[in-house]
Structures are given as structure tokens and as C-alpha cells.
């Protein structure tokens, strides 16, 4: 079936850095996709959704210079912490929908820590 | 590891019908169970939750109880609406690792007809 991957599941930076997940469509095209994050022990969160060839919708509260999404083929959405602080530390996992069939999957999710 | 199982849509009722979306799980300790809904063209939204046994989860008309003795967390609504029409989608958030991570069933699409 459709498989959605994210890159890295893990990652470790330092404060003041900018690390960079990537979210694939493995086998589908999908001209949305979805950037959620997750603090401990609350519900998902939607941050924006990214349109294939077009800028990201960002919810309100997010600050778009910070959480910079690139959406720039049908396969590939791409969301960078920008000047990560500790305060971003959280699970960030993304979902794609499918464009035949109005299906989504999810990405199994990317763990950040910032020290 | 943590795991959910999701009842396999598609689901189509009539308006006013009843509804019931079947959810178990697999997790170790205490999970917190969740049911989130996508509407067309819209992102995630949390529509309930339970953080432990026992406890109901309710919100426009939707319940769900959380049953540790059959690890499940069905999905109910005793009456439907055309604009209940989405994507309903069961997750856990349990400790994998020292770690929290959500895991999320495969999604079950509803389709109201009037």
C-alpha cells in the first residue's frame, strides 16, 4: 500500500541550528501534505498545510520565519526548524493525501531534541 | 510495539443513522487513546480523547470509552449528519522507549447521504 516516509525519525541539534525533515510520498503523488506537531502527553497539533508549488498555510501561532515548509514536487514537502531553541524539542509528523482516491497517510513522525 | 487497528472503511449511512467506528490497540503501560477527524480539505483535528481507563471522550454528539479490559476505544454518534462526512482516524500516545509517540490507525472514511 501507499507509504509516506519521514526522515530523519531522530535528531539531535544544538541550540541556534536549523534541521531540516522530510516528508516523501513513497508511491504516490499527494499535492498536500500536512505538518503536525506533538508535545508530551497532549494531541496533535496542526502547524500548516503545504501545497505542492505553492506557499505553505500556516495555523495561527505558528510562526512562518521559524518553521520555513518547502513543498517543491509532488513527492517531496520538506519542513526546517529554523534557529532551533529547546522550546521546539517535540514530536513533528507529517501526512500526505493521495490525489486519486482522497486518501492520507501518515509519515511514522520525527523526533526532535534541541540542547 | 505500539499498534492500532481501525475498522476498514469505506462507511456510507443515511442521515440520522447510527455509527460505530471500531478501534483496539496494542500498547505496553497506559496509553492515552484519541480520535482525530480530517473533513475534506482540512487538516487533523482532535475530535475526543481518554487519557485512562474507563474514562469517556465526547464531543458533537461523538462518545468513545476507553476499555482497558477489551483494549478498545470504539467510536459512537447515535445520530448522523451529511456534515459528519470525513476521515476518522484512532491513535494512542504511549511510551515507547522513554518517549511518547502517537500512533495512528489507518483511517476510516464516512460518507453521509441526506
Known amino acids: 500500500g501507499a507509504v509516506v516516509s519521514q526522515h530523519p525519525s531522530w535528531v539531535i541539534c544544538k541550540s541556534g541550528t536549523s534541521v531540516k525533515i522530510e516528508c516523501r510520498s513513497l508511491d504516490f503523488q499527494a499535492t498536500t501534505m500536512f505538518w503536525y506537531r506533538q508535545f508530551p502527553k497532549q494531541s496533535l497539533m496542526l502547524m500548516a498545510t503545504s501545497n505542492e508549488g505553492s506557499k505553505a498555510t500556516y495555523e495561527q501561532g505558528v510562526e512562518k520565519d521559524k518553521f520555513l515548509i518547502n513543498h517543491a514536487s509532488l513527492t517531496l514537502s520538506t519542513l526546517t526548524v529554523t534557529s532551533a531553541h529547546p522550546e521546539d524539542s517535540s514530536f513533528y509528523i507529517c501526512s500526505a493525501e493521495q490525489v486519486l482516491g482522497n486518501t492520507i497517510y501518515f509519515g511514522e513522525g520525527s523526533w526532535l531534541t534541541v540542547v | ?114
Open chain 2, 1 to 114: 510495539g505500539n499498534s492500532v487497528t481501525q475498522m476498514e472503511g469505506p462507511v456510507t449511512l443515511s442521515e440520522e443513522a447510527f455509527l460505530t467506528i471500531n478501534c483496539t490497540y496494542t500498547a505496553t503501560g497506559y496509553p492515552s487513546l484519541f480520535w482525530y477527524v480530517q473533513y475534506p480539505g482540512e487538516g487533523l483535528q482532535l475530535l475526543l480523547k481518554a487519557t485512562k481507563a474507563d474514562d469517556k471522550g465526547s464531543n458533537k454528539g461523538f462518545e468513545a470509552t476507553y476499555r482497558k479490559e477489551t483494549t478498545s476505544f470504539h467510536l459512537e454518534k447515535g445520530s448522523v449528519q451529511v456534515s459528519d462526512s470525513a476521515v476518522y482516524f484512532c491513535a494512542l500516545s504511549g511510551s515507547q522507549g522513554g518517549s511518547e509517540k502517537l500512533v495512528f490507525g489507518k483511517g476510516t472514511k464516512l460518507t453521509v447521504n441526506p
